[in-house]
């Protein structure tokens, strides 16, 4: 039972490129989640998809997209990278019922 | 726009104290509130709460919300230097289930 999968574990990327996290769960939740953590400090939303087929933005949505492929899966895209989306990238799902939220090992990338 | 405020923003404390971190929340619907240590890498579950006054509790870690004044407080007693981590605390909605973190709590347990 994996719970909940990213991909990569690392990445650097030069200013411009493009990128793609994975994120797959094999919890039968319906709710996942995106964030990103700047050093010392907690954790921002950047988009979240609430069921499948719905996404939507969080407070920091701006540089990114997303997709959510099916139940299993949620996407993010970097389209153009910037050396301020230098972060580590935290996926993570939820039911909707009161339950805890469960998150992945979450993605270094560094935009150099 | 939902938002978690935690403090303090960071605690130094020698081994065998007792802290209290608090957290304060602007929700809209509010559905629950959750406790989350964070170490070197993903964040692991602490405490969810729904209901004022009904304290959780799990060794030498308890914690309580209280709806009135839209907060939530953590305790430690006993601090060990095994407890030095980020606690974070994140709140639920009813509008798509919508999950924000405050900043968290920045805690070292010096021996």
């Known amino acids: 039972n994996a719970g909940v999968t990213q991909t990569p574990k690392f990445q650097v990327l030069k200013t411009g490129q493009s990128m793609t996290l994975q994120c797959a769960q094999d919890m039968n939740h319906n709710s996942m989640y995106w964030y990103r953590q700047d050093p010392g400090m907690g954790l921002r939303l950047i988009y979240y998809?609430?069921?499948?087929?719905?996404?939507d933005k969080g407070e920091v949505p701006n540089g990114y997209n997303v997709s959510r492929l099916n139940k299993r899966e949620f996407s993010l895209r970097l389209e153009s990278a910037a050396p301020s989306q230098t972060s580590v990238y935290f996926c993570a799902t939820k039911e909707v019922m009161n339950t805890e939220a469960f998150f992945g090992q979450g993605t270094r990338l560094t935009v150099v | 726009e939902d938002k978690v405020v935690q403090s303090p923003l960071s605690l130094v404390v020698h081994e065998g104290d007792t802290v209290t971190l608090n957290c304060s929340y602007e929700?809209?619907?509010?559905?629950?509130l959750l406790w989350y240590k964070q170490e070197k890498k993903a964040p692991t579950f602490l405490f969810m709460l729904?209901?004022?006054?009904i304290e959780k509790k799990s060794g030498r870690l308890s914690s309580i919300l209280d709806k009135k004044e839209l907060s939530s407080i953590l305790n430690i007693t006993a601090t060990q230097t095994g407890d030095s981590a980020i606690y974070l605390c994140?709140?639920?909605?009813?509008?798509?289930?919508?999950?924000?973190f405050g900043g968290g709590t920045r805690l070292m347990v010096k021996p």
């Open positions: 929700v809209t619907n509010f559905r629950s």
């Open positions: 994140a709140v639920a909605n009813n509008a798509g289930n919508m999950l924000t």
């Open positions: 729904t209901s004022s006054g």
């Open positions: 998809s609430a069921s499948e087929g719905t996404t």
